[in-house]
């Protein structure tokens, strides 16, 4: 289980990484409408993605917190690249939205984590006769 999850995040942080190296600027930008309404959507969409999986995936509802965890370390060994070289690694944004970026990654980490614990907790109060 450990090795297919991290498999995924590691597929999915880089797909999300390259998607932002090449059509961020389109998303990603200073001012209203750009940061702040991914801030508002990127947890949330990671968050249902992260339940989804889970479910799909018949992960057993005992093992889905641990499971949504190892998904976002690999998320969170690219991020560490990702913050200390942001104006190399994305060379299509604005320098000035490194620290925006850094927080919106870790708030979608979180979406991830919380998804496997929320999951994972309904699923027992649904056996609770």
Known sequence: MIARWTIAGFVLWLAITLSFRFVGERFFQDGFGGVSWLFMTAPIVMFALTYLLLKLLKVDPSDRAEAASIFAVPGLLIGIYEINSFHAVFPNLSPALGKEFAALMFACYA??????????????????P
């Open 111 to 128: 979406g991830v984590i919380i998804s496997g614990i929320v999951s994972s907790r309904l699923q027992q109060l649904e056996k609770t």
